[in-house]
């Protein structure tokens, strides 16, 4: 009786780790779209401050 709850509870940590491993690695999934979807509108961000009124790109090597 004794090894069959321990065996039991065995299993059932092994299928809980099993499931935190999938949460995490779609967690990261995640993530790493959010981060270039960031990285995208920072760079958008950027590319329309190098920009002046007439659509000229900013000199940004003299700018201190």
Same mark, same amino acid.
């Given at each position: 009786m004794e090894l +069959? &709850? *321990?065996e039991l509870l *065995? #299993?059932?940590? @092994? $299928? &809980? &780790?099993? *499931?935190?491993? +999938?949460q995490n690695s779609q967690l990261s999934q995640l993530g790493a779209v959010a981060a270039e979807e960031q990285l995208q509108d920072i760079e958008a961000a950027y590319? $329309?401050? &190098?920009k002046n009124d007439s659509?000229? @790109?900013? #000199?940004? @090597?003299?700018? #201190?």
């Open positions: +069959q &709850l *321990i *065995i #299993d059932t940590v @092994e $299928a &809980l &780790l099993h *499931i935190v491993r +999938q590319s $329309a401050v &190098l659509g000229k @790109e900013v #000199d940004t @090597e003299n700018v #201190d």
